[in-house]
């Protein structure tokens, strides 16, 4: 795609990847991506902002031919999606400065093994004149990763946020068109990199307040003409009360323990309470960290396999403790065949969920009537606990 004007002084460029399916070799994209840079030409200095997927070079260089001068290229986050193509562009441009972050610094040399004599490195809040306009840097950290800043253009109260209210979607859409999908794919991203971090970003909301905003321009996805869309959304996100919601992800592998999920999620329904399933050896884990948002109660159901949870129902576990969800509410349902130590082998994975243990419901081979009665109670004590904290 070519260059496109956002404003007067400030084209979008980078690459639209329509085809990439996996991100970190691990994150689903069922949209695809876009990797954001942004040209900004000002009275006396031109400006690149982040760069592209070092596979899509070739399209940001092609972009960039006719401009002959780039006095800095910023590099608000390390991580190589928006970095990988910023020694391409240094080399084009010998004169041009590197700016990042204190931090960042050092993890652009250990990544991309970038000469120390091209950078420059900013520090919170400095401003940088760039003739008749001026750029603000602000450390927004761990949204997902240290080092990050986002970028303020002051005339223009555009904020460049990199990651930060990104999503994933290839696109032809400059801006916001359709926030109902906006709001699905930012959900999305938030929940795989950033909920981990929620308290930490809570800061920067607070610290982005002071500025006023006309644009986000995120490194991933369209650009924000309503910002308070996605302010909004992530305000929930980050400060909200978990939701009167049950996550239940599982793994079967005889039907029994399906058996229990069809009894549980029936017995929640029934009481008031929204339940997302998750069957385990299908599911795409991107939806299943959004409903890790907002779910109060997490229910992992798996047989027992080996001695333990089954291998799923462990990475379930493995990464619900890495995403450090909301949720206030934990447990475990299954069948097993003899034994084994599938409850100590799960809370064993799970030390980063602050969470009240319900009793577990474990039964030998298919569920009888007792257990289901006992899956009952569980469904009685997940609405009442829901209802005492006025989860809805
Ligand atoms: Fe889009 Fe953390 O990189």
Redo the contacts with the bound molecule.
């Keep these: 795609m070519e260059p496109r004007r956002i404003t007067d002084s400030v084209q979008w460029m980078g690459a639209v990847d329509w085809d990439r399916r996996l991100f970190d070799s691990l994150i689903p994209l069922p949209d695809g991506t876009s990797y954001n840079a942004y040209f900004i030409k000002a009275s006396e200095k031109n400006v690149l902002l982040d760069s592209a997927d070092p596979a899509m070079s070739t399209v940001l260089l092609s972009q960039l031919e006719g401009i002959d001068r780039i006095d800095y290229v910023i590099s608000q986050?390390a991580?190589q999606?928006?970095s990988g193509s910023i020694p391409a562009v240094l080399s084009k441009y010998p004169a041009a400065k590197l700016i990042s972050s204190v931090k960042a610094k050092s993890m652009l040399t250990d990544l991309l093994r970038i000469p120390e004599d091209r950078f420059v490195t900013v520090e919170d809040g400095e401003t940088l004149s760039l003739g008749n306009q001026t750029l603000k840097f602000i450390y927004t950290p761990w949204v997902?990763?240290p080092e990050t800043m986002a970028t303020y253009l002051q005339e223009e109260k555009i904020l460049f946020s990199?990651?930060f209210f990104?999503s994933h979607i290839a696109t032809s859409d400059l801006f916001v068109t359709d926030e109902g999908r906006v709001y699905e794919a930012a959900k999305r991203y938030y929940a795989e990199?950033m909920m981990p971090f929620r308290n930490i970003i809570k800061k920067n909301l607070d610290k982005l307040s002071a500025f006023e905003l006309d644009i986000i321009a995120p490194?991933?996805g369209s650009i924000h003409k309503r910002p308070a869309f996605i302010l909004d959304a992530y305000h929930d996100w980050v400060r909200g009360n978990p939701k009167n919601m049950v996550v239940l992800p599982y793994v079967s592998m005889h039907a029994s323990t399906k058996l229990m999920v069809d009894r549980l999620l029936n017995s929640l329904v029934n009481r008031g309470v929204r339940v997302e399933q998750f069957n385990l050896a299908v599911t795409d884990i991107g939806k299943l960290a959004m409903a890790l948002v907002d779910a109060a109660t997490i229910i992992v159901g798996t047989p027992t396999v080996l001695a333990g949870p089954h291998p799923l129902a462990a990475y379930a576990a493995f990464l619900t403790n890495a995403l450090r969800p909301k949720a206030e509410f934990l447990s475990i349902i299954g069948s097993y065949g003899w034994g084994g130590k599938t409850v100590e082998v799960l809370a064993g994975m799970t030390p980063n969920l602050k969470v009240q243990v319900l009793d577990p419901v474990l039964c030998k081979g298919l569920p009888s009537a007792t257990d289901y009665q006992a899956l009952d109670n569980l469904a009685d004590t997940i609405a009442s606990l829901h209802k005492e904290k006025g989860f809805n």
């Design positions: 986050h991580e999606d928006h997902h990763w990199c990651d990104g990199i490194s991933h």
